[in-house]
């Protein structure tokens, strides 16, 4: 339950105003939210407050996120000049409020750490674009015009993800995830060439920490079979596929996550037991299944139908399949 | 090439300021619009200049479209009560502008004219939830909570569609699309309990027309078996699902339309060419295509660029196929 966060008081309480960068760089206040949804709802893991921006920001290029709009550049990737605006990532100077969030999480969780990082598509279409898109319009022109530049661009992000999650894991996290949240813009034959090899560097890279993988996009549904081919243990489902659909697509020897609509967490609880039972059922006789969102919780989501979603998988998941596998994953 | 007009610069001369329903009231320049991508391109169809909101506004329900926005209602529809805002579509009155336009258009085109209405859910999602949204919370919430209030609904606005699409055709139209743009954002089930029944009613209450039936919905990968199987002969297909893929969920009976992705229009054309030449590669062999883009035209996009698309597609797939079914189809 990514974004679980942002529909709860108690993360308004503590969130403060401005751009969200500034709480994930005060390790006390990161830690606490963090922990919130670990609290409020009883998960079984916690997934660690920050922003798949937050490397590219912590290495200085140039990037905020503005409220009630997301990731912004005022000097938007345009040109090989930009390349000079990347340094290499310093996870022990740049990221040391990472480091020190975790020191503190450390000392308070009784579950799993998840960490995490944006994947090089994702990344780098909010600097192209310099702002949220619909179209990807910017990255999908530079990426096909100037693919000898892309494929640079994408390099250094790739190379900043992978600081990243090595820190995190390093500091104490038990897994990692690589959103590629906008990679299901993309026909398949471009992910393959322009942005799988990048994805790939990154999974690869962190293989040796021997800490499950996830990899996840939404509207990712024709490109399971790469996604999960990428390098991972866990594949993310958003809910427009079917998991048995995505299960044929990827091989079956993949974990799933995901696959419940964060819309419908607003819809009566019936209607709402009604698709947790379904998803589940969907899952009968697979126990390599991770309970999860499609997508991150939506702002005017009530808490307290996540903690009736959270406590009836917790007690018909674990009367269906072994419970380690059909935990709930939850956190900010 | 729905849009097509909006990066012209003739139709930017004729359009006007303000609400673009003003503009598909007059049906001098709603004809001349009809007709500019058609001069311009070179192209098989024209498709007339409308909006899926037309009908709903032209029957008083209250429902603009807000430049840069898009359709919005300052009194979205929230129950029952909203039901007695519906009165029947009377297009010899309400549409009486439309019959016009196309009155003019018989004199002038000398390609079919392809006429079009949105489908229940997409037209609904814009009623209930007011305006343009990412996630269809509102309109997910009543069609689970409220099933009964969500099928009255979704049955007025089938309603509509199929009084439009009847009088369309009635007044000259040689084809129809139903539009359900947004229908992508739906779990399967979801689709197929809310939502196609409603579809399959405006499909099937056209078929005595004897007109081809186009049914589309971008990000529809995983709904394309029932977006076929809802009554028509050709599916559209966005930029994400390939065309071999397509015609394997669609049990290769149906012909095809769309796949090229609007953003590659603003690559460089050596890029732009590839991709079309890709698109009509993966149609070897079967002749049942119409060469389209994937999704509406870009503001932005450089006419040039569609103009040597059309002259390629004119060129390679005459060459490859049958020319009725390689057609280029685009309008406004």
């Known amino acids: 339950m990514r974004q679980a966060g942002r529909s709860l008081p108690e993360y308004k309480a503590v969130r403060g105003e401005g751009s969200i960068l500034q709480a994930i760089q005060d390790p006390e206040r990161a830690a606490e939210i963090t922990l919130q949804p670990v609290r409020r709802y009883g998960v079984d893991a916690a ?21 009630g709009v997301g990731p912004t550049c005022e000097q938007p990737f345009a040109s090989a000049a930009d390349l000079d605006r990347f340094r ?16 503190i999480l450390m000392g308070e969780l009784d579950v799993p750490l998840i960490g995490f990082a944006g994947a090089p598509f994702t990344v780098a279409s909010y600097l192209v674009e310099g702002r949220p898109t619909r179209d990807f319009a910017k990255v999908k022109a ?3 015009g100037d693919p000898k530049l892309w494929h640079q661009l994408a390099d250094l992000v790739a190379d ?12 104490g996290a038990k897994a990692v995830q690589l959103f590629d949240s906008w990679a299901g813009a993309l026909h398949p034959a471009h ?30 549904g024709e490109l399971l079979p790469l996604i999960a081919g990428a390098g991972c243990e866990v594949v993310g489902v958003d ?20 696959n419940l609509d964060p819309a419908l967490v607003l819809a009566p609880w019936e209607v709402l037991e ?11 006789g697979h126990p390599g299944y991770i309970f999860n969102l499609g997508h991150g919780v ?6 307290e139908q996540l903690e009736r979603v959270v406590e009836l998988v917790h007690r018909v998941g674990t009367a269906r399949g072994p419970a380690p596998d059909n935990a709930a994953n939850a956190s900010t």
């Not at 939506?298 to 808490?303: A, I």
Request: hydrophobic share 45%; aromatic share 8%.
């Open 47 to 67: 997934i660690l407050f920050s922003d798949i921006v937050t490397p590219i920001f912590a290495s200085g290029f140039g990037i905020d996120i503005t409220p």
């Open 88 to 103: 290499p990532l310093d996870p022990s100077v740049d990221l040391d409020f990472q480091a020190k969030t975790i020191e």
């Open 142 to 144: 530079l990426m096909t």
């Open 160 to 171: 900043s993800a992978i600081a990243t999650l090595r820190a995190q894991v390093e500091a």
């Open 191 to 220: 992910y393959r060439e322009y942005v799988l090899p990048h994805s790939e560097k990154v999974l690869a890279a962190v293989a040796d920490l021997g800490v499950p993988r996830t990899h996840f996009g939404i509207n990712s």
């Open 239 to 258: 809910w427009r596929t079917p998991l048995s659909v995505a299960r044929e697509r990827t091989g079956g020897t993949y974990a799933l996550q995901g």
């Open 274 to 284: 009604a698709e947790v039972l379904r998803i589940l059922d969907d899952n009968a």
């Open 298 to 303: 939506l702002p005017m989501t009530n808490p």
